[in-house]
């Protein structure tokens, strides 16, 4: 049974920081792709940032490259997804997903889309005064 533990949301003000953290387990793969997708109130899933498991190859989204970038302890099988200059658009529901690789790369767009084999169960970002 796959399983996930995620922790770190809460609230922010504009300019913050914050740092989420995801450990999965119970799935098997050669290789897959584990990071956060999110989910802002009436508007659909996208990907934010995910890391490949065989050589830590990052992907992200542009709105936050440079904000956010995605770190993992392998021997805690945790990711994290470490978030500063944190901005009102920001605010959403992230959820940590697992992709099964199953092929080449076929672009970036892909990657971040919600086709993802595993989910958590999210954790709340707000950023607001």
């Known amino acids: 049974q796959v399983q996930f533990v995620e922790s770190g949301g809460g609230l922010v003000q504009p300019g913050g920081s914050l740092r989420l953290s995801c450990a999965a387990s119970g799935f098997t793969a050669e290789d897959y792709y584990i990071g956060w997708w999110r989910q802002a109130p009436g508007k659909v899933r996208e990907g934010v940032g995910i890391?490949?498991?065989?050589?830590?190859?990052?992907y992200y989204t542009d709105s936050v490259k440079g904000r956010f970038a995605i770190s993992r302890d392998s021997a805690k099988n945790t990711v994290y997804l470490h978030m500063i200059n944190l901005e009102p658009e920001d605010t959403a529901k992230y959820y940590c997903g697992v992709r099964i690789r199953r092929g080449p790369v076929v672009s970036v767009a892909h990657l971040l889309s919600p086709r993802v084999d595993y989910w958590g169960e999210g954790t709340l970002v707000t950023v607001s005064l």
């Open positions: 890391i490949r498991n065989s050589d830590g190859l990052k």
